[in-house]
């Protein structure tokens, strides 16, 4: 099946500095990903939508400053949470489309982020 | 909005069957999935339906009435590596939502 690469998987940093996260698709082109949030026994939470060559599109709710979404080519999509908090540490799992007409989302391995 | 909703826990033996039930309220339908999540990890993708009816896959089924907002998965033969969170996640414009999971513990 299709393949999406996350990195980092675990990140630990300072309160004040700021975290980048990487997914790539590595066996398809991917014009959309996703960003998902998940904190512990909770479920997933959409943040945003991540096109290939336009700015995001975010949830309500989630900060667009605090959270910037960069989709430059269409296997790569980043994710930086600037000036962290430990209220940002969180699983964040990135997912990609595979086709327009099926809705199917393959997942990233997720990004452990601790802030300290 | 989206509400979905899924029972928290269920336990189950080594061997059994077990259905998990997600009902949801969207604005918008184009499809519901099931997915498994271990814990520490990212979920897996485990079915997809459209439309009405069972669609059947290996240990795993799942089922989907769209005029009553209600799906199942039914898990069969249960094996110890079952044990897991199940989301149910409908879609919407290509956008998923998740309900909260279902925390599934096998015993032997």
């Known amino acids: 099946g299709a393949v999406v690469s996350q990195h980092p998987s675990r990140v630990i940093c300072k309160s004040g500095t700021s975290v980048k996260i990487e997914c790539r698709s590595l066996?398809?082109?991917?014009?959309?990903m996703f960003w998902y949030r998940q904190f512990p026994k909770q479920s997933l939470m959409l943040m945003a939508t991540?096109?290939?060559?336009?700015?995001?599109?975010?949830e309500q709710g989630v900060e667009k400053d605090k959270f910037l979404i960069n989709h430059a080519s269409l296997t790569l999509s980043t994710l930086t949470v600037t000036s962290a908090h430990p209220e940002d540490s969180s699983f964040y799992i990135c997912?990609?489309?595979?086709?327009?007409?099926?809705?199917?989302?393959?997942f990233g391995e997720g990004s452990r982020l601790t802030v300290l | 909005g989206q509400n979905i909703d899924q029972p928290t826990e269920m336990t189950a033996t080594e061997g059994a069957i077990v259905q998990i039930n997600c009902t949801y309220q969207t604005s918008g339908f184009n499809g519901l999935f099931w997915y498994q999540q271990h814990a520490g990890e990212a979920p897996t993708f485990l079915s997809y339906?459209?439309?009405?009816g069972l669609e059947e896959k290996g240990r795993f089924s799942s089922f989907l009435s769209r005029s009553k907002g209600y799906s199942y998965l039914l898990l069969k033969e249960l094996q110890m590596k079952d044990s897991a969170s199940y989301l149910c996640?409908?879609?919407?414009?290509?956008?998923?939502?998740f309900g909260a999971g279902t925390t599934v513990t096998v015993r032997a």
């Open positions: 339906n459209v439309l009405d």
């Open positions: 996640a409908v879609t919407n414009d290509y956008k998923l939502s």
């Open positions: 997912s990609a489309r595979l086709a327009a007409n099926t809705g199917e989302l393959f």
């Open positions: 991540s096109n290939e060559g336009s700015k995001a599109t975010y």
């Open positions: 066996d398809f082109q991917a014009t959309t």
